[in-house]
């Protein structure tokens, strides 16, 4: 099936293997572009983002496959350079789709959209290539300066790093490990060091968190050698320094290692309120928890805020009558329920509580947490780990989902400007944890790439969406948009990002 009449009048020209390979060349171009997508310093790579006539930057542009020039769409430059020069093929920019400007649409051809596939397909390989590691796979998929003389001398520049990188185990190291995984694939707290939010140069203090952790992450996204795994031996030194606890190579607890790290890099940043904070730690991982305390005699309520940074969920029912939808009489067996374990109210302990209105000591006052402000990324906890006098891991399933909806959890009143569809979050990472309490090994998953990664020190592997939500989790990271191992901690990241102005 042929796109159109005018791609079938091409396929049979003379020019059809020139623009076959200047349209495979582009393909692969962009999508590089679309994995890769950085600035970074002097590790720089042409990309075509500005158009020939006007110079406008970051605009979306349509690249001519009969010659050189590139044309924006805005102005109609892309149009009237085929009109001009007769030349009715251009790939967008954006997307790598093929447009013809004789139909005045995108076409959909299958010889073009088997190029297309293979230039994805082949760059993928490529890029999971740990014997031979290049961006390309092989020579005849290299960019020559001939093949690639449609791009524009003033291109926009790119680092050529995905982030897809293993990192050596220092001895005992793997809970730092998969934290730094955890954070070089958060596109939130990752691009604020790959633009520059803080620049090493600059930087006037010993021991800098936030200057190790911008080394990191440009070591993820270089022009080296990603089959080399990354020793972060300048990275732990910081850390040991900045941390007692850390020093020595004995195991130590991921979810500990990353309230550190943020703890450090908020104390780095020269502000000690962290209300008002904008750390790279706050404006990723920073939220507002509400503690409403009513008291029984009067009705009275009393409203406390706590600033947060990630959330720990109890695995195990201490009030059992309020889960009823548990399967279990002792624990919980999904985030939701452990959501809902968490906001559920609970009766304070007599004496516990004295009202401010009516001074009375309540006996039966009742305390709920709610959520007044959910962050970009939370962070959850499910907490395995009971260091009473004999410390024990609760090795039980927990599910969880790719997304999760936070709205029932939050605080419904005239001040909260939250809809449904502001609260909803996907899946970001995962940590996991194997082993015994005090004899482990931590593992985690992460997005990338449009793709599910494991990462195990050294190693990396693909993993699929079953394989991701089978282990049992430790820790989770979510972003926020409108995802035997135990899972110990959960990343989310929100789908719909809004900012504090």
């Known amino acids: 099936m042929y ?19 200047t349209y495979f060349l582009a393909v692969n171009a962009i999508y590089f572009h679309k994995i890769s997508k950085c600035e970074r310093r002097s590790f720089f790579y042409k990309i075509f983002q500005k158009c020939s006539i006007c110079h406008d930057f970051l605009k979306r542009t349509f690249l001519c496959l009969q010659c050189s020039h590139i044309g924006c769409w805005r102005r109609k430059h892309a149009d009237i350079h085929s009109r001009i020069k007769n ?5 967008d920019s954006y997307n790598g789709y093929l447009y013809c400007f004789a139909c005045n649409d995108f076409v959909y051809d299958e010889f073009f959209e088997k190029i297309y596939l293979l230039a994805k397909r082949r760059l993928n390989l490529s890029l999971l290539d740990v014997k031979n590691s290049t ?15 449609y791009l524009n001398e003033d291109a926009q520049v790119i680092c050529c790093g995905n982030g897809l990188r293993g990192i050596q185990n220092m001895g005992a190291t793997c809970f730092m490990n998969v934290i730094i995984q955890c954070l070089v694939h958060n596109p939130i707290f990752r691009n604020y060091f790959l633009s520059d939010g803080h620049i090493i140069e600059d930087c006037l203090q010993d021991d800098c968190s936030c ?5 990191v992450i440009a070591e993820f996204f270089s022009k080296k050698d990603f089959s080399i795994p990354f020793g972060p031996c300048a990275f732990l030194e910081v850390m040991w320094k900045l941390s007692k606890e850390l020093k020595g190579y004995a195991e130590q607890d991921a979810h500990e290692f990353f309230v550190c790290l943020m703890s450090s890099i908020h104390n780095h940043s020269g502000s000690k309120i962290d209300w008002t904070c904008d750390c790279v730690a706050h404006r990723t991982f ?5 503690s409403d305390v009513t008291c029984s005699a009067c009705g009275n309520v009393t409203s406390t805020m706590d600033p947060i940074m990630d959330v720990s969920l109890e695995l195990k029912i201490k009030r059992a009558a309020e889960i009823k939808s548990s399967s279990s009489e002792h624990l919980l067996r999904s985030l939701q329920e452990c959501l809902q374990l968490f906001t559920s109210p609970e009766s304070l302990a007599n004496n516990e509580y004295k009202c401010s209105k009516c001074l ?10 709610k959520f007044k402000r959910i962050p970009l990324v939370i962070c959850f906890q499910l907490k395995r780990f009971e260091h009473s006098s004999t410390p024990t891991k609760i090795d039980t399933h927990v599910s969880f989902s790719f997304q999760l909806d936070m709205f029932p959890y939050i605080v419904q009143d005239n001040y ?9 979050y996907d899946l970001l990472s995962v940590v996991c944890h194997q082993g015994q309490i005090n004899t482990g090994h931590y593992t985690c998953f992460a997005w990338s790439n449009d793709n599910w990664f494991q990462f195990d020190d050294t190693t990396i592997n693909i993993a699929n969406e079953k394989t991701v939500l089978a282990s049992n989790a430790y820790d989770c990271m979510f972003l926020c948009l409108k995802l035997i191992e135990y899972r110990y901690l959960l990343f989310y990241i929100k789908r719909k990002l809004s900012y504090r102005v």
Do not use: P, R, W
């Open 3 to 21: 796109g159109c009449d005018h791609v079938l009048q091409f396929l049979s020209s003379s020019s059809k293997d020139f623009i076959c390979k």
């Open 135 to 149: 961006y390309l796979l092989n020579n005849e998929l290299k960019m020559t300066i001939e093949n690639l003389d």
């Open 360 to 369: 009375s000591v309540s006996e039966k006052a009742i305390k709920q947490l």
């Open 416 to 424: 909260t400007n939250y809809y449904n569809d502001d609260c909803v």
């Open 211 to 215: 200057c190790a952790m911008d080394t």
């Open 286 to 290: 920073s939220g507002i928890l509400q």
């Open 87 to 91: 030349h009715i093929f251009a790939v």
